[in-house]
């Protein structure tokens, strides 16, 4: 039987006489929202707090990038100073990029003043390498919402730091000088990892069918 694998072009429409590509693309969506929904479940289960507030918040699209963040950096092995700083240089080099591209920010829906309000800078970079430093893992509130610019506003960040706190995945600790530093307690990322691991083993199972 031929195959109707064929390349998607990008601007191209697409075709929906393909069927076996449409009856795969149907799979797809299947296993993307059973690993969404395994993850609401999953994550609302890790909950230390049964709140019905908190647990909607958690079952959040932002909850869910908020944990995937906490995964990468634990995933790409971010653990020393030296890595929060390397992490930081690149933030700093993708939003610079990213406000010298006026059609790239209107197509993702972001203002040139709050992406350089979130890049670090001669006072706040020390901070955020310091605090790692003398903690690994540890990360003041308002560096945390900088390192999020681009997938949800200081806000929310505040919210679900509020909210994992709450929930046990985070520590929140005030400072004398009146800021909070966070910390994750791993559980957030164990969750968001293993439905990741999940997916894609079911992924890979689809492939060889």
């Not at 797809?28 to 909607?56: H, K, P, T, Y």
């Not at 700083?85 to 040139?112: P, V």
């Amino acid at each position: 039987m031929p195959s109707d694998r064929r390349e998607v072009r990008k601007g191209a429409s697409l075709d929906w006489a393909a069927d076996r590509q449409i009856a795969a693309d149907l799979e797809l969506i299947g296993e993307l929202r059973r690993a969404r929904q395994e993850f609401q479940q999953e994550i609302c289960s890790a909950s230390q707090d049964n709140n019905e507030e908190l647990l909607e918040l958690l079952r959040s699209d932002a909850m869910y990038e908020f944990s995937e963040f906490f995964y990468l950096l634990k995933a790409r092995g971010i653990e020393t100073a030296d890595d929060i700083k390397i992490l930081a240089e690149a933030h700093n080099a993708y939003l610079a990029e990213l406000t010298s591209d006026d059609s790239k920010m209107r197509r993702i829906g972001l203002k040139r003043d709050r992406l350089l309000l979130a890049i670090f800078t001669s006072d706040t970079l020390p901070r955020l390498i310091q605090n790692w430093r003398d903690q690994p893992g540890a990360i003041d509130q308002s560096n945390l919402g900088r390192l999020l610019v681009t997938i949800m506003s200081v806000e929310t960040t505040r919210k679900l730091v509020v909210g994992a706190s709450r929930a046990g995945f985070l520590h929140r600790d005030k400072t004398p000088y009146g800021t909070f530093v966070v910390r994750s307690t791993g559980k957030m990322e164990d969750v968001y990892g293993r439905v990741m691991r999940g997916l894609r083993i079911n992924l890979t199972k689809l492939k060889e069918t």
